[in-house]
């Protein structure tokens, strides 16, 4: 399961969040015009906030699985590490339920390189914002 999916889901949706805070950063990116063309660090620091107004979504969605007993795999790199700190999923997380792998990249340019490998968004984008997102994922 793609995080991406819960997100574009609550986009789609015209969902708001419990704060006023999450829900701006949870459409920043959908409506901000030039959003890839700001410094690198105003893009980290926005794809941080995407990931903390996600958690609680991630959460519930974590803590369903474990209760069904289902075995699921979620991606993407809008899961942010606090999330097993989270109180639906920290209990989860002690008993060995729920795990979490973090897969970093060796360098700027390898991260780069499968970004472009994917091919997803290099059109619209275009490479330069590819190379300013890669550099941002990598701090």
Do not use: C, K
């Amino acid at each position: 399961m793609q995080v991406d999916d819960l997100r574009l889901a609550l986009q789609w949706s015209g969902a708001r969040l419990p704060s006023e805070a999450a829900t701006e950063a949870l459409y920043y990116f959908a409506r901000t015009p030039g959003v890839w063309s700001q410094p690198a660090d105003r893009l980290r620091d926005a794809l941080i906030d995407v990931g903390r107004a996600m958690t609680d979504a991630i959460a519930i969605v974590v803590g369903n699985h474990v209760a069904q007993g289902d075995t699921v795999v979620i991606e993407g790199d809008g899961i942010l590490p606090e999330l097993l700190e989270h109180t639906e999923v920290r209990p989860h997380a002690a008993s060995g339920a729920a795990r979490m792998a973090l897969l970093v990249p060796d360098s700027e340019h390898a991260l780069l390189r499968a970004m472009l490998d994917r091919g997803r968004g290099i059109a619209e984008i275009g490479a330069t914002p590819e190379a300013r997102r890669a550099a941002v994922a990598s701090w």
